[in-house]
Each structure stands twice: as structure tokens, then as C-alpha cells.
């Protein structure tokens, strides 16, 4: 089955993949931008069949553009949220725009007549904030975003997904499977192929780390997950039968920063000439953090390893990710292809 979707967000790094596979499937896809400066361009970038792709203005942070963009659509996957690379001064500056927009987003859904609701949230909305912390985290677990030193980033998007989820129950609308059914995807650090050089922040610390700009690896690590994977659990996620309420963890396999850099040395050769692979102490990074907001929100992680459990987006959807090394790879590759990193 395949329907017309609206898919926010579509300059972004996860909704072009998701675009890509959707319209491969047969797909009929709309897509918000927060300009429509940017069409020709993006439809240059994601190369597909153009008669099925549309483009519609409409910003997070107020209502012009989202009735006319969801029109017609029995479904939306909601991708769409601040993803900053550095802190910000304000956190209300990415908690307000990703609550208000997934709010805004399920409203005019919901009075589209949308049957299924598929939001892309996080494991930032999962593995944070935990004392003690587990050794492997599941769909049950959420971050606690008043812990202190939460970053803004991982407050906002269990802000958003929570508030999304008491819109549903409160409507009472998605947990009966007879009305617009919402489910989330709530994938870890996202790398794979850029299409651009306009990437998303997941990708820098790869960029980093094929600089050689780290100077070496300090003791953390993020799971990892590829973009084609991402885009292909939403694709799911937007099929399957019994989604309602469904929380799906979409992740590979959690690496340290040395783990990256030794598979992206061994495996590119002398593209990878300028990747260091000696451990940064964690005194320095502290150091470093005094001058850094973008080191800061990472010393809460030294040392710290959060492994996430795939295996219901496996059970229920069939969803098996790629190896990690390919992943990898690729988004190297894809970072020199595209004049990103010089690595002569
Ligand atoms: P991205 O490339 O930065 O995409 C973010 C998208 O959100 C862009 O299209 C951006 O539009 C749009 N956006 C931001 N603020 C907006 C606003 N006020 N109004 C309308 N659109 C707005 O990041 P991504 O990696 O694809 O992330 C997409 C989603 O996945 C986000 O919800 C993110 O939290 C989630 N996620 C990402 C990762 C990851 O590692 N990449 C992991 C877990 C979850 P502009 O181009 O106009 O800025």
C-alpha cells in the first residue's frame, strides 16, 4: 500500500533519504521547507520523480503553510526539529519550536484527516538522565531532561516527544487503532552518505574525525545508525499494521570515538591518513569544556557507554540495520567526494 505522505522537513539530512525511499515505493510525498528559496535546489539534490514530489512553506513556530501542506495526506512522518551543532544560549530556543511544532504538526493532521502519525523523536528522549545509569537501554526507559546538565538538544526532544504523546491520549485519538494512530522512531547518532555539503550535526564528529581536527579520541562514544536504515524504519514505521502508540528504537551498535577512528583508518587507506587514533585524556576535555559550549555538553558523557536495544523494531517491523563499518565508510567517502574534508 502507498498513499500520499507529508513528510517535514524535507532540507534535512534524515527526511531527503526518507523522500528518496518513499518515492522509490510509489509514494506520493509532500514536503515542507522553511523557504521555498530552497526547491530547486533540494529537488536537484534528491534526484527523484518530480511529479511526485511537492513543496510547501510552513514553519515549526506558527501556522501559515501547514493546512495546505497536509491536505490530502493519510499519513505524515514528522522529521522536522532544531538539531543545532553547538549549544545555545537559550534552551527554550530548540525545546519550543520541536514541542510546539510536533503540537502544530498533529493538529492539522489530525483535522486532515491523516490515519497515521510517524514522529521522528530520539534516544536523546531515552538514555538520559538515568542514576545509575543502565547497561542497556529499551523503548521503556526515558531521559530525565531536569536532570542537571541535560543538554538543551536532549531536553527538547523528550519534551517534544512527551508532549506529543499526551496530545494523542488526551484527544483520545491512536491508541483505539480507529483513529490517526502515532507512533515514534527514535534513532541514535545518524551517519551514512551526505547528499550535500549542507549535512546535519551527526555527522560532524565524523567530519572530525577525518580531519583529523579531534587531535585524537576522547573517551565517548554515541551509537551509531545508518541514514538509509533510518529512512527505511520510517517507511516501515508508515506501513506496518498495529502501530499505534509503537516506540521504536532504530540502533547499531554503540562505538567509542578510538572504535570509529580505527575502522575508518583501517578500512580507508591512505584517505585516512590524517585520522589520530591516540586516547584524549579526560582532564583535557575537561579543560577544553571551560572554553567550549560544544565540549561542555559532552564531559557528562567521559567514560559512559549506552547501549540501545534494537531488537523490537526487528521483531515488530523486520527491521535489520547495515554493518556499522559500511556505514562508516560511506559517510567518509561521501565527506571527500564532496570537498568537505581534504585528506591530502
Ligand atoms: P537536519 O538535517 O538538521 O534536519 C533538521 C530539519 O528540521 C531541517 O529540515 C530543518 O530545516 C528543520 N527545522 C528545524 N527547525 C525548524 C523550524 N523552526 N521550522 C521548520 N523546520 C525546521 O537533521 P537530521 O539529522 O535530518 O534530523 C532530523 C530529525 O531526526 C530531527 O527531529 C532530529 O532530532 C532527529 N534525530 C536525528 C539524529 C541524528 O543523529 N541525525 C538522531 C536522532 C534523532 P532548515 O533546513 O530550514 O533548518
Redesign the pocket.
Known sequence: MSGTVLV????????GYTIRQLIAEGWTVRT????MTREAELRGLLSVDNTRLSFHE????NDAGWAEAVAGCTHVAH?????PGGGVRDPQDLIR?ARD?VLRALRFAHDAGVRRFVM?????AIAYGHVPDREIYTEADWTNPDYPGTPAYTQS?TIAERAARDWIKAEGRGYDGTKMEFCTV?????CGPVMSADY???VMLIEKILSGSLGGAPDFGFGVVDVRDVADIHVRALLADNMAGERLIASGPFLKIVEIAHILKERLGPQGRKIATRKIPDFLIRFAALFSPTVAQVTGELGKTRNMDASHARDVLGWVPRPVEETLVDCARSLIEHGIVRVN
Open positions: 517535514t522537513g524535507g532540507s534535512g539530512y534524515i527526511a515542507t521547507v522553511r523557504s510552513a514553519d515549526l513556530e522529521i522536522a526539529s532544531p538539531f519550536p511544532g521522528t523523536s530520539s534516544s536523546a526532544k527514535n534513532p541514535v547518532m545518524v546535519s550535526t551527526s
